[in-house]
T-cell receptor
Framework: DVKVTQSSRYLVKRTGEKVFLECVQD?????MFWYRQDPGLGLRLIYF???????EKGDIPEGYSVSREKKERFSLILESASTNQTSMYLC?????????????FGPGTRLTVT | AQSVAQPEDQVNVAEGNPLTVKCTYS??????LFWYVQYPNRGLQFLLK??????LVKGSYGFEAEFNKSQTSFHLKKPSALVSDSALYFC?????????????FGQGTTLQVKP
């Protein structure tokens, strides 16, 4: 069974802290994605990666960075957390064949920044 | 630019009745369309997709969706709703001209099925 795991289900951080969100997939997928989910706004893409050490900005990359040193792991970094980054963060992975393949999602990390 | 619209924030239906969750899209090139479901405090689960071929697509848990090219719609349907179908539903689209696998998601529709 396919699996995407995220390091924490719930996380509480203080303003200004550096925050790491980790995502691991066991399906040997090339593509990995980070989204944030906010009520009424759906899912918005923060960053995605189509290969190791490769990344591209999504729709809302400001205040975030990413790292992909190994194929199975994709990290989202909040360099200096702010209260407007309080949200649900979802990681996903897929194979790259011309967008035909569905994305598989992790359970999400609910981040609260106080 | 690609976009997806789910015109209803919430859909209410009685158990046993048919349900429809609406989705319209805008994309250049051939659309690849997806439906996902999210149960409380969980990630998204894939329900079904349309790539090509038959306009009626069948998916998990008895759901189906109808692709209508002229109306640029991809509505999710189920003949008989269950209370356990209550969840948040997302429609998503990617373009055949894209090689990245990126999806554009709608804002989501909450389905409430009452006993």
């Amino acid at each position: 069974d396919v699996k995407v795991t995220q390091s924490s289900r719930y996380l509480v951080k203080r303003t200004g802290e550096k925050v790491f969100l980790e995502c691991v997939q066991d399906m040997d997928h090339e593509n990995m994605f980070w989204y944030r989910q906010d009520p009424g706004l759906g899912l918005r893409l923060i960053y995605f990666s189509y290969d190791v050490k490769m990344k591209e900005k999504g729709d809302i990359p400001e205040g975030y960075s990413v790292s992909r040193e190994k194929k199975e792991r994709f990290s989202l970094i909040l360099e200096s957390a702010s209260t407007n980054q309080t949200s649900m963060y979802l990681c996903a992975s897929s194979t790259p064949y011309r967008g035909l393949n569905e994305q598989y999602f992790g359970p999400g990390t609910r981040l609260t920044v106080t | 630019a690609q976009s997806v619209a789910q015109p209803e924030d919430q859909v209410n239906v009685a158990e046993g009745n048919p349900l429809t969750v609406k989705c319209t899209y805008s994309v250049s090139g051939n659309p690849y369309l997806f439906w996902y479901v999210q149960y409380p405090n969980r990630g998204l689960q894939f329900l079904l997709k349309y790539i090509t071929g038959d306009n009626l697509v069948k998916g998990s848990y008895g759901f189906e969706a109808e692709f209508n090219k002229s109306q640029t719609s991809f509505h999710l349907k189920k003949p008989s709703a269950l209370v356990s179908d209550s969840a948040l539903y997302f429609c998503a689209v990617s373009s055949g001209s894209s090689n990245t696998g990126k999806l554009i998601f709608g804002q989501g529709t909450t389905l409430q099925v009452k006993p």
